[in-house]
């Protein structure tokens, strides 16, 4: 089936089709393939709508792969907003060989782990072998591929993503992608012929098909008979290239069936997209040049299909870092719930994916800030521009799940700024936090009690997140019990006037550079009298940057405080 090569750049290339919304514009590439399929034919009216993503599990599920689960998500939902039935998929593609051992593990609590602190042999025994066929080294799940599916499952369901997830072992040994694995062998001059453009080393000898050895349980490229009328191939183990290494191979020869292997990645994704009949699929810009453009060759070519509506996702980084398992630079969409909303990291999914961005922890205070606005924008609480407005008129729906109609009562919301709640964490008291809150006039008096918690639960969040990165925020404010301090008469004269300043309602940078001023008239050295500050307030000879930290405290407390009045 040869046909017109479709770039993967679905939304560079979108001309003056531009919705607000970035999903808008992949669901109507994707309503045009299925109508074109049904006026040829080949779709039936009930067909479901299948959206696709996938990873190898060889190493810790981390946030860098939530990007083709919650571009999935947002397309889908468009698309169900439009009256179709979607399912969305998302294959473990689980029957790849272990090709080195990772240096970082995840348990399935989400902690990180090195490999020191697990049954490392497990691994180190097995490179070579399918992910699905090597004991779990945790030792609580079948197997190390089922240990990390599991944490994709976590991280899909915690951020209320209904997928169906498919082991690609299980694809093969139920016979699913039978059909296109003897389709890809009977036709594999080809097959060749097709790969050679991508491929060096492509003699004709190659055979597209990893048979997996009975004896050692490795996968092995060398086959050497085919037998279509058994569907079996013969096979010798022979070593594999891994990288810069090589595995070696038993010797031993024998007669595998083709649920007993592996196509290789160029034939076997598009041989997924044939097998779950999938029709759209996101997937990182590492693709777009190489087995993209292979895959669709294939899937034309090869295995006469058409392949789904492509899309092309920027990366991005953490704290300024490609994410990488083996640098230890992954966090896990359990630890970001921990000190964000899952709406908040559902909408960092639904922005711009053509546009590279960094994920940081260090500045989350930022992220989440941007969430508010955004929020408030949709109520119309806030000014903005059209397209702000148009982007969250068309979004927040998506983002927070629910239909408009039943959103009207989360006008009653209540957002704490994110780092006055990393503040009221620095005390454990939750009435002192509520007390606070509603002091400083973030809570209102008739605030329903379900917006209460929720306002507070982000308090716990925040405080996670200075813990986290031991920012100024990662101290324990001496609410309630004045610490013991001496103070000379010309530091307590000092901290009078600097309560006064501070009484008379001035912001955070004026009060910063007041302590100074205030240090110099007194002719107190300047790190005294920070570390005075400290000691009223944490009873420690450090803390945060004072002036911004004074202005983030409710400011009747502060000024008590600084007169050593409680």
């Not at 055979?207 to 013969?234: A, M, Q, W, Y």
């Not at 420690?540 to 008590?560: I, S, T, Y």
Request: net charge negative.
């Amino acid at each position: 089936m040869s046909g017109e090569r479709e770039g993967p750049y679905t939304l560079q290339d979108d001309g003056d089709d531009r919705h607000a919304f970035w999903a808008d514009t992949v669901a109507d590439r994707v309503e045009e393939r299925i109508a074109r399929h049904r006026r040829a034919g080949t779709r039936d009216e009930d067909d479901p709508i299948v959206v696709k993503g996938g990873i190898s599990p060889s190493g810790v599920p981390h946030l860098g792969n939530v990007n083709e689960i919650m571009r999935g998500y947002y397309v889908a939902e468009v698309l169900r907003e439009r009256g179709h039935d979607v399912r969305q998929v998302f294959t473990a593609d689980d029957a790849d060989p272990l090709r080195k051992l990772p240096r970082t593990l995840a348990d399935l609590e989400g902690n990180l782990v090195d490999l020191g602190e697990v049954d490392a042999g497990a691994l180190g025994r097995n490179l070579g072998v399918p992910y699905t066929e090597i004991p779990d080294p945790f030792g609580c799940c079948g197997s190390y591929g089922e240990h990390f599916s599991n944490i994709i499952q976590q991280s899909a369901d915690a951020l209320d993503v209904p997928i169906e997830l498919h082991s690609t072992t299980e694809l093969y040994e139920s016979g699913r992608l039978e059909e296109a694995t003897r389709h890809v062998l009977a036709n594999r001059e080809r097959a060749r012929e097709v790969l050679s453009a991508y491929q060096d080393k492509v003699n004709d000898d190659y055979v597209p098909f990893n048979p997996r050895c009975s004896d050692c349980g490795k996968i092995t490229e060398t086959v050497t008979g085919i037998d279509l009328g058994e569907n079996t191939v013969d096979y010798r183990c022979t070593d594999m290239k891994a990288g810069d290494r090589t595995i070696e191979g038993c010797g031993h020869e024998g007669t595998a069936t083709l649920r007993e292997g592996k196509m290789p990645w160029r034939f076997e994704w598009p041989a997924q997209w044939q097998a779950l009949t999938v029709d759209f699929e996101p997937f990182g810009k590492d693709h777009a040049e190489g087995s993209w453009p292979s895959g669709e060759d294939v899937a034309r070519n090869v295995l006469a299909i058409e392949p789904p509506v492509p899309m092309v996702y920027e990366w991005f980084t953490l704290d300024g870092e490609p994410f990488s398992s083996s640098e230890g630079n992954v966090i896990l969409v359990s630890e970001v719930l921990e000190m964000l909303e899952p709406e908040v990291l559902r909408y960092f999914f639904a922005k711009d994916p053509t546009t590279a961005r960094d994920f940081s922890i260090e500045r989350l205070d930022q992220l989440v800030d941007e969430f508010d606005r955004f929020e408030a924008i949709y109520f119309g609480e806030v000014e903005a521009s059209e397209d702000e407005r148009a982007f969250a008129d068309r979004v927040y729906p998506l983002v927070v799940g629910k239909e408009e109609g039943e959103l009207e009562d989360r006008r009653e919301r209540i957002r704490l700024p994110y780092t006055f709640a990393a503040v009221l964490g620095m005390t454990d008291d939750p009435a002192l936090r509520e007390e606070i809150a509603r002091r400083e006039g973030h809570v209102p008096e008739d605030a329903p009690e379900w917006a209460i918690e929720e306002a507070l639960a982000r308090v716990e969040r925040a405080r996670t997140w200075a813990r986290e990165t031991g920012n100024e925020f990662d101290y324990e404010l001496k609410r309630t019990v004045l610490p013991d301090h001496e103070f000379d008469a010309d530091t307590e004269r000092a901290l009078e006037e600097l309560a006064d300043f501070i009484e008379a309602g001035n912001d955070a940078e004026a009060i910063q550079g007041e302590i100074y001023e205030t240090a110099k008239r007194h002719d107190i050295d300047v790190g005294d009298f920070f570390g005075a500050g400290y000691r009223l307030f944490f009873d420690d000879e450090q803390g945060p940057k004072l002036g911004p930290f004074l202005a983030k405290v409710d400011r009747e407390f502060v000024v008590a405080r600084l007169r050593r009045e409680r």
